[in-house]
């Protein structure tokens, strides 16, 4: 069946340390995204991708970094310079014309 | 900029009763989508229903319909007979799709909570 994985599904980071999420889909969809989603909060855009090399900021790109080498991944890393990093991450993905995402089931990530 | 507001932070519903989640959004775009997903205590989020903004007639996806007011720009979400799996967060969500770049903005969510 075809659809988004994201791994791992929970991440311990410690202070100053970079970290790498996990985000691979066989769905053949253009346009990728991440967002980060606080405690009783609505998703906010990190970054997307709408095809492979390309790349944009969303509203809160500042401490983290992704790539788009292959149509099938969109890896997000969580620098040192993002302080307060603790939350849900999702990754979603989105076909040319459609309307709901896909998304991954998350990565819960920790400052330990 | 766009924004959603989901005024109602928890709701609560007996089994097999109708339940109305409330959502506005504001946009100076013509064209626009609106989305509302369901976020279980697993985490996943699952795509629930679609309305665009220059469909004349209210979305339906089985027990779910989108009460779709333009000019009060509300797209209200109802769910009739209310089941206990129906318990979860659910958030409204809008596209611009003038920008062509696929990106949503969320509301802040409402937790529904089903009675038996």
């Known amino acids: 069946d075809g659809g988004i994985t994201q791994s791992p599904k929970y991440l311990f980071r410690k202070e100053g340390q970079n970290v790498t999420l996990s985000c691979e889909q066989n769905?053949?969809?253009?346009?990728m995204y991440w967002y980060r989603q606080d405690p009783g909060q609505g998703l906010r855009l990190i970054y997307y991708s709408q095809i492979v090399n390309d790349f944009q900021k969303g509203d809160i790109a500042e401490g983290y970094s992704v790539s788009r080498e292959k149509k099938e991944s969109f890896p997000l890393t969580v620098t040192s310079a993002q302080k307060n990093p603790t939350a849900f991450y999702l990754c979603?993905?989105?076909?040319?014309?459609?309307?709901?995402?896909?998304f991954g089931s998350g990565t819960r990530l920790t400052v330990v | 900029a766009q924004k959603i507001t989901q005024t109602q932070p928890g709701m609560f519903v007996q089994e097999k009763e109708a339940v109305t989640l409330d959502c506005t959004y504001d946009?100076?775009?013509?064209?626009?989508?609106l989305f509302w997903y369901k976020q279980p205590s697993s985490g996943e989020m699952i795509f629930l229903i679609y309305q665009g903004s220059y469909d004349q007639q209210n979305a339906t996806e089985g027990r779910y319909s989108l009460n779709f007011q333009k000019a009060r720009k509300s797209a209200n979400l109802v769910i009739s007979a209310s089941q206990l799996g129906d318990s979860a967060m659910y958030f409204c969500?809008?596209?611009?799709?003038?920008?062509?770049?696929?990106?949503?903005?969320f509301g802040d969510g409402t937790t529904l909570t089903v009675k038996p």
């Open positions: 769905l053949n969809h253009d346009a």
């Open positions: 969500a809008m596209r611009e799709t003038s920008t062509n770049a696929g990106k949503s903005t």
């Open positions: 946009t100076s775009d013509p064209s626009y989508g």
């Open positions: 979603a993905s989105n076909p040319p014309g459609g309307y709901g995402y896909t």
